[in-house]
């Protein structure tokens, strides 16, 4: 009924730059918080940043000042500006929402997408 697509992942050296974006679609009504969160080899998944429908954002420590979310309501998308990359920003990065469905209009729930790969290496 919801779909997240995430896409923007790739192999980058140590100090560039990444965008990731992440794209809402099907039976939607309305979305709260959007967020992208990071599972790197053999650990356990952790938030990189949230931000709210009014544009409020938290991020983790470990990616302030070199990391930006920001979102398009318009077009139920949200980004990732990931700049001065490290190698231990290696992670699948994954996009995370809560969302009011039309066919549910009772609760919200909360949806992930599929993941997509950064791999920051010389």
């Known amino acids: 009924q919801v779909q997240l697509v995430e896409s923007g992942g790739g192999l980058v050296q140590p100090g560039g730059s990444l965008r990731l974006s992440c794209a809402a679609s099907g039976s939607i009504f309305s979305i709260y918080t959007m967020g992208w969160y990071r599972q790197a080899p053999g650990k356990q998944r952790e938030l990189v940043a949230t931000i709210t429908s009014g544009g409020s954002t938290n991020y983790a420590d470990s990616v302030k000042d070199r990391f930006t979310i920001s979102r398009d309501n318009a077009k139920n998308t949200v980004y990732l500006q990931m700049n001065s990359l490290k190698p231990e920003d290696t992670a699948v990065y994954y996009c995370?929402?809560?969302?009011?469905?039309?066919?549910?209009?009772?609760?919200?729930?909360?949806?992930w997408g599929q993941g997509t790969q950064v791999t920051v290496s010389s």
């Open positions: 995370n929402a809560d969302v009011l469905s039309i066919i549910e209009l009772t609760r919200i729930n909360n949806y």
